[in-house]
């Protein structure tokens, strides 16, 4: 089974600290997503990346930055993190073959305090 | 630019009722559907699938029909069980580029 995996289910940080949220999947996909959910507001996709060192803006890239020096990880850091930053974010890879799918981890719910 | 809007929730039913809950899209071309599901403290999960159109994607006892003349993707299952109670997302991906998500009904099923 393919498997993504977030490191942290639970995460509570100060506002003004540095974030790291990573991820790892183990079935060699190129696509790479971070998205954020908040009631009502639905998933938002923040940053994607389509290949090692390559990275696109998504929908809501401010505050937060993305690294992806290894095909099987893709870390999200909130550069200075603010109390608005608090909520679930959610990794997911992307088989691209012939018929698309995501998988997506567990999610890491963050709380800024 | 794509994207795909969603019937607010939550969506309130008893059990062994008839679900639909709606889902349109804009995209050019023809882009993959999908309806994933999200049980309480999980990730999402793909529940269904569509690649194009008039195909019709099915899993546990849930439908979905891709409609290219209304451009849309609704959600179907006879008989829903409690178990069913989640929140269902509707997305699209168009040449394996970038997944687009609706905002989410929540489903919640009672006894």
């Known amino acids: 089974d393919v498997k993504v995996t977030q490191s942290s289910r639970y995460l509570v940080k100060r506002t003004g600290e540095k974030v790291f949220l990573e991820c790892v999947q183990d079935?060699?996909?190129?696509?790479m997503f971070w998205y954020r959910q908040d009631p009502g507001l639905g998933l938002r996709l923040i940053y994607f990346?389509?290949?090692?060192?390559?990275?696109e803006k998504g929908d809501i890239p401010e505050g937060y930055s993305v690294s992806r020096e290894k095909k099987e990880r893709f870390s999200l850091i909130l550069e200075s993190a603010s109390t608005n930053q608090t909520s679930m974010y959610l990794c997911?890879?992307?088989?691209?073959?012939?018929?698309?799918?995501?998988?997506f981890g567990q999610g890491t719910r963050l709380t800024v305090v | 630019g794509n994207s795909v809007t969603q019937m607010e929730g939550p969506v309130t039913l008893s059990e062994e009722a008839f679900l639909t809950i709606n889902c349109t899209y804009t995209?050019?071309?023809?882009?993959?559907l999908f309806w994933y599901v999200q049980y309480p403290g999980e990730g999402l999960q793909l529940l269904l699938k569509?690649?194009?159109?008039?195909d019709k994607g099915s899993n546990k006892g849930f439908e979905a029909t891709y409609r290219k003349e209304t451009t849309s993707f609704h959600l179907e299952k006879g008989s829903v069980q409690v178990s069913d109670s989640a929140v269902y997302f509707c997305?699209?991906?168009?040449?394996?580029?970038?997944?687009?998500f609706g905002t989410g009904t929540r489903l919640q099923v009672f006894p």
């Open positions: 997911a890879s992307l088989d691209r073959g012939r018929v698309a799918e995501a998988f």
């Open positions: 079935m060699d996909h190129e696509n």
């Open positions: 990346s389509y290949d090692v060192k390559m990275k």
């Open positions: 995209a050019t071309g023809y882009p993959s």
């Open positions: 569509a690649t194009k159109a008039d």
């Open positions: 997305a699209l991906i168009k040449n394996t580029d970038k997944l687009i």
